[in-house]
């Protein structure tokens, strides 16, 4: 819980000078380094999870879990995608 | 001789470039939110339909209006998705955005409500420090709040007021 934690601040730190060097120089690798973590952070969480976890209540954890993967990584694919997008343009 | 002024009148700004694909991947993850949001509000519904055991008086009557409240900010939530989900098949099919800002837009007045019943509920300093989901409703406004940033983008115009954090960009810039 802590590690994961302090990932997470890292993960935003990352964010942030990834936003601020976007905005001053261009530069998207930062940025897009910070939302790759953010969706491979919730992947590992995930799979951690699906191993911790009790045998009992398999199908609502598959539910959470799918419902609160689209919450949490709709917004930093969609920055993926347009980034990439502009990238290719 | 001069060579000849090539004036394009077919095709429009916003039809060229990287335009059409990007409104398509907005429309496939807008209605795959949309998806996801239905079915945990069917899901809710069901779990608030069903009987739960008695506790105190009190214990009830607070969770009861708190719970019917909660119930119609996300009924509430459910019938602005479907709009949201019918602006996105209309993003696909025609390139048209205008609805899918308008459903975007109210999306957030049921979003609001929730965050402010949740601070009502448990004060302003607990639902900030004891509690993380004033935190992940943020997290969740972020997606349509980009959406409707991309969209602004697409028609060139902003429905309501402008950007507060315009000055702020600027100063990072220079």
Not at chain 1, 20 to 32: E, F, K
Not at chain 1, 36 to 53: E, G, H, K, N
Not at chain 2, 6 to 28: A, F, N, Y
């Amino acid at each position: 819980m802590a590690i994961g934690s302090l990932i997470e601040v890292v993960i935003g730190l990352l964010l942030i000078m990834g936003a601020v060097n976007l905005l001053r120089s261009g530069s998207q690798r930062l940025i897009l380094a910070g939302h790759w973590a953010i969706v491979v952070l919730w992947f590992v969480t995930f799979l951690a999870w699906s191993f911790l976890r009790p045998g009992s209540e398999t199908l609502s954890f598959l539910f959470n879990s799918i419902l609160g993967a689209f919450h949490m990584n709709s917004f930093p694919i969609m920055v993926i995608l347009i980034l990439r997008a502009h990238h290719a343009r | 001789m001069e060579p000849q002024l090539v004036i394009q009148i077919e095709s429009s700004p916003q039809l060229i470039g990287p335009w059409p694909r990007l409104l398509k991947t907005i429309s496939i993850m807008v209605l795959l939110l949309c998806l996801a949001e239905l079915t945990g509000l069917g899901r809710y519904i069901y779990q608030v339909l069903q009987p739960r055991p008695q506790s105190s008086g009190v214990l009830v009557l607070t969770s009861h209006s708190y719970q019917s409240i909660r119930t119609l900010i996300s009924v509430s939530m459910g019938l602005v998705d479907f709009f949201v989900a019918a602006g996105a098949v209309i993003l696909w099919k025609r390139s048209e955005p205008r609805l899918l800002i308008i459903a975007l837009g109210l999306w957030f007045v049921p979003w609001a409500a929730g965050v402010v019943q949740h601070v009502f509920a448990f004060g302003l300093l607990g639902s900030l420090i004891r509690s993380t989901s004033t935190f992940y409703s943020i997290i969740f406004a972020s997606f349509p709040a980009l959406v409707l940033l991309i969209l602004r983008e697409y028609t060139g115009h902003w429905p309501v007021l402008r950007n507060p954090l315009r000055l702020f960009v600027r100063w990072l810039i220079d």
